[in-house]
């Protein structure tokens, strides 16, 4: 009877096993038509992931919108750039001419009080000459003759007194034309001076414009790089969540198969005390805790086959305390694994894994997906090796395992 059981038990696993080979040779087709209709866990997780895709599509389109006016934005700096550099000449030619302009008006304005100050000086002595022939012509002509040496004396006296008056009325008129012309000049130099300084505040008033323009496109442009850096962030989490979701949703497809394999006997593993299964739907082991004669070495947990890409959840509440390569911390034989301490003070181990779905420090429940199954490290094939370690010493884990129909 015993046998009959054993031969049963074996056939029905058998038969579970080419099923589920059969639904992954055809790239899980099945589970996305009316195999899964009636799963509204598998629904929720399709759901899930297009919700994802559209939220991708969205910050893609966001990130491109968002590079090309950075683009633009940084065309347009650029060009302010330009700008700025061309109106500083511009600006400093003209405080050049100003300075010339200054210089001019400075020394014109000099000339002017020169030529001013002679005409002045000049009008002083004339009219001192003018003040002396005054008195002169007041005396009588015969005064005049009898104080002269002689004839020639008096006559050259009165020809001199004509000469002078001429030379003065005609050095005033020159001195006063020299005036004329020398504030025009100054009033020329003044005005020129007047539109150079014009001239310089209007460059100026351009140039402080164009810095104003470049601060507000430099302000935008690192408001929109920091938009872009957030955007980009976004991105690769969505990705992130997408690849999980991606993951999540072939997991519960292999679940499922899995279950609609094993027909209506629904054998399974179910945990005695602190821990449960850690492959929901896969429960073949393929290697027990103890010695391997065939391979000369202590096999430290427990082996359970199952397709790439099958959820692993957490046997315990815990935090994890690993997740990764094992590096120096572990055997490299683990391949990519995690590591959970339970607050019980025990430890679990998941090796050969795939991807993860958890990071150091994270608390964990029970059930909770933590990663993927896969073949990494030291492995034959995709399963999943499992530990229960008390104290850091490893235990066999099937104690804490019955088997159920």
Not at 107 to 134: C, F, W
Request: proline residues 2%.
């Amino acid at each position: 009877m015993v046998k009959k059981i054993t031969l049963k038990r074996l056939l029905t696993r058998l038969l579970a096993l080419v099923l589920i080979a059969l639904t992954l040779s055809l790239g899980f087709a099945p589970l996305t038509t009316h195999s899964v209709a009636t799963s509204s866990k598998y629904r929720q997780a399709e759901e899930k992931l297009k919700g994802i895709k559209d939220q991708l599509a969205t910050i893609k389109s966001d990130r491109e919108k968002l590079a090309n006016r950075q683009k633009t934005l940084s065309g347009e700096l650029a060009y302010l750039e330009n700008r700025s550099e061309e109106q500083r000449k511009v600006y400093d030619e003209a405080l050049e001419q100003k300075e010339y302009a200054l210089e001019a008006m400075l020394m014109y304005q000099q000339g002017y009080a020169n030529a001013l100050s002679d005409y002045e000086e000049k009008t002083v002595q004339y009219e001192q000459r003018i003040a002396r022939m005054y008195e002169w012509n007041q005396k009588s002509v015969f005064e005049m003759l009898i104080t002269a040496v002689n004839l020639d004396s008096f006559f050259t006296t009165l020809r001199l007194m004509r000469i002078i008056a001429d030379a003065d009325e005609q050095a005033l008129a020159e001195l006063e034309a020299a005036s004329a012309l020398a504030e025009e000049m100054k009033q020329d130099a003044e005005a020129s001076y007047e539109e150079m300084v014009r001239l310089v505040d209007e460059a100026d008033a351009v140039l402080q414009k164009i810095k104003n323009e470049k601060a507000l496109a430099a302000k935008q442009l690192s408001k929109l790089s920091n938009s872009l850096e957030l955007t980009k962030q976004k991105q690769e989490q969505l990705e992130r969540d997408k690849t999980s979701a991606e993951r999540n949703l072939k997991a519960i497809g292999i679940e499922e198969a899995a279950k609609r394999a094993s027909g209506a006997t629904g054998s399974h593993y179910v945990g005695t005390g602190a821990y449960i299964w850690p492959t929901p739907g896969f429960y073949q082991v393929s290697s027990h805790f103890g010695w391997r004669a065939k391979y000369g070495r202590f096999h430290y947990g427990t082996d359970v086959m199952c397709p790439t890409g099958t959820r692993i959840v957490a046997m315990a509440d815990g935090i994890v305390t690993y997740v990764g390569w094992p590096g120096s911390t572990y055997h490299w034989a683990y391949g990519k694994m995690v590591v959970i301490n339970h607050y019980d003070g025990t430890q679990t181990r998941y090796g050969h894994l795939s991807g993860y779905n958890c990071h150091t420090g994270q608390k964990v429940n029970a059930g909770q997906v933590i990663g993927y199954t896969g073949n990494t490290g030291r492995s034959s094939g995709p399963h999943l090796h499992f530990e229960i370690r008390i104290n850091g010493t490893p235990v066999n884990p099937m104690k804490y395992f019955k088997w159920v129909r």
